[in-house]
């Protein structure tokens, strides 16, 4: 069977990333309907941060999860849980979606349970309120912003499955 030794490694993940998003930036630029330099700016921006901490191998104790330092301790339950390589962690759209949806929640719980425990429940409240309203009226930015996200995480998972796919192609040649 053919898993880890079939993939790309952590910098040649990071080099994808990179590269794609020096094309994705002047392509959204063009693409956008109103040229918008901040459009391009967020969607950029989203992808390298979902290729490079986001990243699809946060399923196992890999480069891009000690990347996260002490706060990969966020990442351990989802490391554990999550089978490498399954379509949770790899699938093309809900892979990174998850990864952001599991993080918000933990950072919500974060911060819920320390500033109630500090006895800061107005401030939750206003900081609840403000982020409500900052992302319905910047819901262009939220949108471009999750478009460069799930692509982060496509230029990681096509390069395995490609990788992958040609090294079992291979392996069949060469046995026969
Ligand atoms: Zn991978």
């Keep these: 069977m053919c898993y880890t030794a079939c993939m790309p490694g952590a910098q040649t993940h990071d080099m994808i990333t990179v590269v794609t998003a020096v094309v994705l930036a002047p392509a959204t630029w063009i693409i956008s309907p109103d ?4 459009t391009a700016l967020t969607l950029t921006a989203a992808h390298l941060i979902s290729g490079l901490l986001f990243s699809c ?8 999860y000690r990347r996260w330092g002490p706060l990969r301790l966020i ?9 490498h390589r399954s379509w ?9 979606l ?7 929640v933990i950072i919500y719980v974060a911060l819920w349970v320390t500033l109630h425990a500090l006895g800061y429940a107005a401030l939750w409240r206003e900081l609840e309120a403000s982020v409500a309203t900052s992302l319905t009226r910047n819901s262009g930015q939220a949108y471009a912003f999750l478009i460069g996200f799930v692509l982060g995480g496509a230029a990681h998972s096509i390069p395995d ?13 060469t046995r026969l």
């Design 75 to 83: 990442w351990w339950p989802y490391k554990e849980s999550v089978p």
């Design 161 to 173: 499955w490609i990788t992958t796919g040609t090294k079992r192609t291979w392996n069949q040649w």
């Design 57 to 64: 191998d946060l399923d196992i104790d890999s480069r891009e």
């Design 98 to 104: 998850l990864r952001l949806a599991y993080f918000c």
């Design 88 to 96: 949770i962690s790899h699938g093309l759209v809900i892979g990174p």
């Design 35 to 38: 040229h918008s330099f901040g």
